[in-house]
């Protein structure tokens, strides 16, 4: 049948179109095709020649570099140091054991080195890298980067490792760091990648673990071309990772090193708190240790002596210590009577030297008592009748809130381990906790800062800083973060009666400056840096009526553990308060007597940037007082300062 010839030229068209579009596709499909086959014949004939041979594409993490620790001035703390390290890929090595003999021929391995790596490879999956050798030398990282294609997956790093130069100066503040623990990923539900990075080292107390995500950084990585011995061949592409953030602390190291240097052998712990700001200057717990001992793993011998010490150099005692606050607490019963306006400031009680309560008798320290006192006689001679019978008038309730209100018996957020809150027992306290009722005699021993009263020195710090400024003073101890400063909190008024406060002042000014002071020996001469303080002594032992009548055993008789802990808390100078300063001695004595010259001694050094002129001290103490500074100085160096006046 003949067709028509525009049915023709139509079925001609969409025959043309159609072979076109699939001409089309199937040239395009050429074109990729060909495309494809040379960038895999030419541009990547290389590495496909490379991995022909066995050649294999690992990709490994680069360990972030660790944010650095600085004092206030910019001197540094806690920095990184090289280490040279050896590590296996147990996958890439085949037989682990005749590879490690090897090596061992090169390098002087430490047999539980090995143990140790044996146990974690066994324990480990086969591509994880274990450390055979930590801190090795450069000759050993040549020799076995020499002999690389006999050692397959045995590689030679470079890494880096945290170095405090202060060693025990800041040793409680900053901490320290070591290797990732078993321990320490079990804690994490999912652990970075970066963590199982062979000893990668993480913050395990102090600033260095509060504040571990931010010193941390990010983990950074490469991709490495091995061979089929293990020997890297190159670097193929690598993603640098991100840094750990430098912190700067408000710690003056000078000072602090200082503090430790004048605490000396005792157990005793110090703080330094700036009035205006919260900073805190110095936070110095003593006796101390290395850090750099623990940051490669300490020895059995090393921690076992620092365990056994009766002295218990591993505690924080500035923050974790808590001590009954003894007289140092008197202020807040003040307080708290003089706001509840139960008393003024000239009324006086008489002290026979006892009072009798409930049939039972509470003793002053001054067997045959102090007379008639009032506010400011019986803070200045620590009268303890005056308080017992204050006391009872104003009642647990209202004086465990002023302790509370002044920083005593609350948390202080400070990135510290062991942080402890203390204790400002009240009724409800001892309901809850004990299951009894709150007895008058617990008021009357709380008075005084005995009883269940417990308090750290920086707690009895920041209550010093409130008593002279009036204000919520906090403490701070990180001052900027890679630079930014961190915003201080100076701390609103404290809304309390400005003549109370005043009186209060007047009192601790009398303590360290009126002759029958208890804390007059101690004095600073300058006028301009005069010093408003307390004196405290804890008692850790019941003294029995049998001793009393007999006459008490002077604490230098007793043995150590039983004697009293002498406390002192001052703030200077009394007129424009810039340092409040708190001394506990672990049953160093009385604190008149022990505390109060090392507080002083710390306020001067805080106060003049550096060593004071001993025109600043009685004219009785200053040929002790230079003796003292010369043997300071010439045992620790680095505490000298000039005295220029630094921010």
């Not at 009357?444 to 009883?451: D, E, K, M, R, W």
Request: hydrophobic share 40%; with cysteine.
């Amino acid at each position: 049948m003949k067709r028509n010839p525009k049915e023709l030229e139509a079925t001609h068209r969409t025959l043309s179109r159609r072979t076109l579009l699939l001409g089309g596709a199937q040239a395009a499909f050429v074109g990729v095709l060909v495309l494809r086959m040379r960038y895999l014949q030419m541009d990547q004939a290389d590495q496909f020649r490379l991995l022909a041979e066995e050649n294999r594409i690992n990709v490994r993490l680069i360990p972030p570099k660790r944010g650095e620790i600085y004092d206030r001035f910019g001197q540094i703390l806690a920095q990184n140091s090289p280490s040279y390290r050896i590590i296996i890929v147990p996958e890439d090595a085949g037989d682990v054991e005749e590879v490690i003999a090897r090596i061992s021929n090169l390098v002087p391995l430490d047999p539980k080195e090995i143990e140790r790596a044996m146990a974690e490879i066994r324990r480990s999956p086969p591509f994880l890298p274990i450390t055979l050798a930590d801190q090795v030398t450069w000759e050993d990282i040549s020799r076995v980067a020499v002999n690389a294609p006999a050692l397959p997956g045995i590689t030679p790093e470079v890494g880096s490792t945290r170095f405090y130069p202060r060693k025990a100066d800041f040793a409680h503040v900053i901490g320290y760091v070591g290797p990732v623990s078993e321990y320490d990923l079990s804690r994490l539900t999912d652990p970075e990648p970066v963590l199982h990075i062979p000893r990668f080292q993480i913050g395990k107390v102090g600033v260095e673990t509060k504040l571990e995500q931010v010193l941390r950084g990010k983990a950074g990585a490469k991709r490495i071309e091995v061979n089929s011995t293990g020997r890297v061949m190159r670097e193929l592409n690598r993603r640098d990772g991100e840094p750990g953030a430098d912190l700067q602390l408000t710690i003056d190291a000078s000072l602090q090193g200082y503090v430790q240097a004048r605490l000396g052998s005792e157990s005793a712990a110090a703080v330094v708190i700036d009035c205006e700001s919260g900073d805190l200057r110095a936070i110095v717990s003593s006796p101390s240790f290395d850090p750099n001992l623990f940051v490669r793993g300490i020895s059995v011998a090393n921690y076992r002596a620092l365990t056994e010490d009766l002295y218990r150099p591993l505690a924080n005692k500035t923050v974790q210590g808590l001590y009954p606050p003894g007289s140092t607490f008197k202020m807040m019963t003040a307080m708290a009577a003089l706001e509840a306006g139960l008393i003024g400031p000239e009324e006086t009680v008489w002290c026979p030297g006892h009072l009798t309560v409930s049939g039972r008798r509470f003793h002053c320290w001054r067997r045959g008592g102090h007379g008639h006192v009032n506010l400011q006689n019986s803070l200045k001679q620590s009268c303890d009748v005056y308080f017992y019978d204050l006391a009872i008038k104003v009642g647990i309730d209202k004086i465990s809130a002023m302790a509370q209100r002044f920083g005593l018996g609350v948390y202080h957020d400070l990135p510290m381990s062991a942080v402890a809150t203390g204790l400002a027992p009240d009724r409800a306290w001892k309901e809850r906790v004990h299951g009894q009722k709150w007895q008058i005699g617990d008021t009357v021993n709380a008075s005084i800062g005995q009883g269940y009263m417990l308090a750290s020195p920086l707690q009895l710090a920041v209550m010093s800083a409130r008593l002279a400024t009036g204000r919520l003073v906090a403490p701070r101890l990180v001052r900027s973060i890679n630079g930014v400063e961190q915003t201080g909190n100076p701390g609103e008024d404290m809304g309390l009666n400005e003549n109370n406060l005043h009186h209060m002042r007047r009192a601790m000014f009398a303590v360290s400056n009126d002759r029958r002071g208890t804390a007059y020996g101690s004095r600073i001469i300058e006028e301009a840096y005069r010093m408003a303080g307390k004196t405290g002594t804890s008692q850790v032992r019941n003294i029995t009526a049998a001793e009393r009548a007999a006459g008490v055993i002077r604490n230098q008789d007793l043995p150590w553990e039983r004697r009293d802990h002498a406390l002192f808390v001052n703030y200077a100078p009394f007129d424009n308060p810039k340092y409040a300063v708190s001394v506990v001695v672990e049953h160093g004595g009385g604190g008149s007597s022990v505390a109060a010259p090392i507080a002083r001694d710390i306020t001067l050094q805080a106060l003049y940037d550096g060593t004071p002129p001993l025109t600043a001290y009685p004219s009785k103490d200053r040929a002790r007082i230079e003796a003292q500074q010369k043997r300071l100085h010439r045992e620790r160096p680095d505490i000298k300062s000039d005295g220029r006046n630094r921010a």
